[in-house]
T-cell receptor
Framework: EAQVTQNPRYLITVTGKKLTVTCSQN?????MSWYRQDPGLGLRQIYY???????DKGDVPEGYKVSRKEKRNFPLILESPSPNQTSLYFC?????????????FGNGTRLTVT | GQQVMQIPQYQHVQEGEDFTTYCNSS?????IQWYKQRPGGHPVFLIQ?????EVKKQKRLTFQFGEAKKNSSLHITATQTTDVGTYFC?????????????FGQGTTLQVKP
């Protein structure tokens, strides 16, 4: 089944403890992106990747890192999480750059930083 | 910076009533996409509009792209409880082959049976 898989679904952590949220897609998509969703703010883009080894900042990249060493994986890294990073995170992928291709979203990761 | 604004933020309707959400961009868009997110779920792609003035229909849903390609709307005729969720518009930002896709804040639709 074609899908975007995120893990974990739920994560509670403490301030400053490094964490990684994994994202994997099995559709051979070139484009991958991370979004965070907060009430009243919609979906805000954190980072995106046009292809392997190509990543770029979205609108809210501060406090996050990403890597794209393989086409299928696009992990989101929080080196030193803070409470303002408590949010619902979505990974998404599309066939090409996203401009003319629909995004396929993962099921989301709900992160709480205390 | 470039923005995509969506109104209203919330809408409560009686089942059978119509519903419309509006999306406005500060800049001309090459295309606009619409997504639906059910409560507790993830956004799911509905449709993409590319041409100026384009109108597309999916059963009771009608999507329009403005002539200036700066605004769009989603209209649902005779809402049903299955229409409950948050509807997002999204458009690519910047020039060239940008990977930046900006989402509106979303309109959350509640339908009373």
């Amino acid at each position: 089944e074609a899908q975007v898989t995120q893990n974990p679904r739920y994560l509670i952590t403490v301030t400053g403890k490094k964490l990684t949220v994994t994202c994997s897609q099995n559709m051979n998509h070139e484009y991958m992106s991370w979004y965070r969703q907060d009430p009243g703010l919609g979906l805000r883009q954190i980072y995106y990747s046009m292809n392997v080894e190509v990543t770029d900042k979205g609108d809210v990249p501060e406090g996050y890192k990403v890597s794209r060493k393989e086409k299928r994986n696009f992990p989101l890294i929080l080196e030193s999480p803070s409470p303002n990073q408590t949010s619902l995170y979505f990974c998404a992928s599309s066939l090409s750059t996203g401009r003319f291709s629909p995004l396929h979203f993962g099921n989301g990761t709900r992160l709480t930083v205390t | 910076g470039q923005q995509v604004m969506q109104i209203p933020q919330y809408q409560h309707v009686q089942e059978g009533e119509d519903f419309t959400t509006y999306c406005n961009s500060s800049t001309t868009l090459s295309n606009i996409q619409w997504y639906k997110q059910r409560p507790g779920g993830h956004p799911v792609f509905l449709i993409q509009l590319v041409k100026s003035g384009e109108v597309k229909k999916q059963k009771r849903l009608t999507f329009q792209f403005g002539e200036a390609k700066k605004n769009s709307s989603l209209h649902i005729t005779a809402t049903q409880t299955t229409d409950v969720g948050t509807y997002f518009c999204a458009g690519p930002m910047g020039s060239g082959n940008t990977g930046k896709l900006i989402f509106g804040q979303g309109t959350t639709l509640q339908v009373k049976p």
